[in-house]
């Protein structure tokens, strides 16, 4: 039978947990869910990646592959863009042989023009030192970048509570609750270190 709880999918030797679901079977709900991403601006980008092979089911963002080259592809760009200024993180929206992204920006000064960053990004992505070699084998990737399109997050159709029960797993959204800091949302748990009303959950 399969062991894997609230979504989990076993792949032969152990569980593949949904987003914000944690544990050897997908028993626990993430200790913190940060929806910092939904808040500040950020710009969308694409990049064609040449040396990895892509299978169908690197489109389907519950697939192993996909999930897989997505984490390898954010942490390339964390080291491009790790002196970048206000660079947050890149989240992957689709994947084929073109990557669709989005690159997460602090809140900017009002003075500063998104659309300059944008291009700021597209010229470092672009500017990157390719590995020695790129074959499929090769530890690293090998892309170039080719467009970015700046956008400010809407405002939030629903309110912090209500964005964290949408984000929460299923089974756990009576749990959680929204906790601004100085520098997003994140949604947490009296199981949450270090937040007002935690207490110590032990293995629950």
């Given amino acids: 039978a399969d062991p894997c709880l609230n979504g989990g999918r076993w792949t032969g030797t152990?569980?593949?947990?949904?987003?914000?679901?944690?544990?050897a079977r997908?028993?626990?709900?993430a200790t913190t869910i940060n929806l910092t991403a939904e808040l500040g601006p950020f710009v969308t980008m694409l990049a064609r990646v040449t040396n990895r092979d892509f299978s169908e089911d690197m489109?389907?963002?519950?697939?192993?592959?996909?999930?897989?080259?997505?984490?390898e592809f954010s942490r390339t760009m964390d080291g491009i863009y790790r002196n970048v200024s206000g660079y947050r993180g890149t989240h992957v929206l689709s994947l084929s042989v073109v990557v669709n992204f989005r690159v997460l920006l602090q809140p900017l000064p009002?003075?500063?023009?998104?659309?300059?960053r944008a291009l700021e990004l597209l010229a470092v992505a672009n500017t990157a030192a390719p590995p020695h070699n790129c074959s499929p084998s090769t530890d690293g990737l090998?892309?170039?970048?080719?467009?970015a399109r700046a956008a400010r997050a809407a405002a939030p159709a629903l309110n912090d509570t209500e964005l964290?029960?949408?984000?929460?797993?299923?089974?756990?959204?009576?749990?959680?609750?929204?906790?601004?800091?100085?520098?997003?949302?994140?949604?947490?748990?009296?199981?949450?270190?270090?937040?007002?009303?935690?207490?110590?959950?032990?293995?629950?």
Avoid: K
Wanted: net charge neutral.
């Fill in 26 to 29: 997908c028993e626990f709900g």
């Fill in 164 to 204: 964290c029960r949408q984000h929460a797993p299923a089974n756990f959204r009576r749990f959680y609750f929204p906790y601004r800091t100085a520098n997003g949302l994140l949604c947490v748990t009296n199981c949450t270190l270090n937040v007002p009303g935690s207490f110590d959950c032990h293995q629950g």
């Fill in 110 to 116: 009002g003075n500063t023009s998104l659309d300059h």
């Fill in 59 to 71: 489109g389907d963002p519950s697939a192993p592959a996909h999930r897989s080259f997505a984490a």
């Fill in 14 to 23: 152990g569980c593949l947990c949904p987003p914000n679901v944690d544990g």
């Fill in 142 to 147: 090998c892309f170039s970048a080719t467009s």
